[in-house]
């Protein structure tokens, strides 16, 4: 169980800086030292907007990943990367993203990096903060989710079997990241909620469970369920009820659901999920430039205590903000903190 009720929390990534973005381009003319002050400038930047907005939890915003999951590849041994997208003109859709070619066996010599991006946050979050008070969160793609990225072979004959090669290297991540004193981790799967209308979901949370497996109880696990977000386009057919039941015996202490980018389509389901496990309910739409009121998430964390209690429920936004201009993440996340604590006062 979380410390308080009606927590507030992030999913993982935050808006780069326009200037990290911009030095990106042209990381040639940077020195390795120059690109590590910029890593770290990048996540203070992310620690001030969370902090200021008043969230419980925070993240290092992914501040030094390219996305959410594609630098990941980069760590990988046995792929040849794709240089270009294979589709760079017309509206943005998840076909520009390239797949990689498998070309050995797959390995992470380097591990993943992610606990690296956790002590860079712990070093900067405490130096930065003399009374520190949120809670320091990593994520973590899932295998499956990473599979997604490369191209079966003659060894690894189809997105399963390549799942199954990248499970061990994100479970000894995992394994790494609680042994460094990360506390509280999200294992980012949104390709299982994805594609669960046409797979088996019971096999995706058989993977799940044994990717997690070693770190059961020894930190506080969250997953995130999405439909996808790349440049604000859904990929996924938006409904959770392919999902449930199976998604209930998922081993985690806390379920991300994406809910104000569908209008709070089939809310219900986080009474049965708050029997098992807390919900995190999406009620930012990172997808949109409205910029929801106060009074407007304050109402809608009510409309959520109709169907599950106050000491299981979570709120963040439905999804990584990496996609949604840093002006409007800055007020979403200060009017969602906002809102969630006049309904807090209220109980």
Partial sequence: MKEQPLRTTVIGSYPFPGWLEFACQHLDQFGSEDRKELQDDAVIAAIHDQVTAGLDVITDGEQTRLDFNLSFYGFLSGIELEPTQPRRFGPPAHDQRGKHKITGELAAPRGLGVVEE??????????????????????????????????PNADYPDRFAITEALLPLVRKELEDLVAAGCKEITVDEPSMSCYAHREDPYRFVDIFNRTIAPIVGKCRLSTHACFGNYKGRAVGLRSYKPMYPAFLDIKVDEMHLEMASREFSELEIIGTIAERMDVAVGIIDVKSYYIEPVDEVA???????????????????????SQTARWAAKQKLINMVAGVKKVRSEL
């Fill in 299 to 321: 109402r809608r964390v009510r409309e959520c205590l109709q169907f599950a209690p106050a000491d299981r429920l979570a709120f963040a936004p439905d999804c990584g903000l």
């Fill in 118 to 151: 956790f002590q860079r946050l712990l070093r900067l979050y405490h130096s930065a903060l003399r009374t520190p008070h949120a809670a320091l969160k990593a994520s973590v793609p899932g295998p499956y989710t990473l599979s997604g990225r490369l191209l």
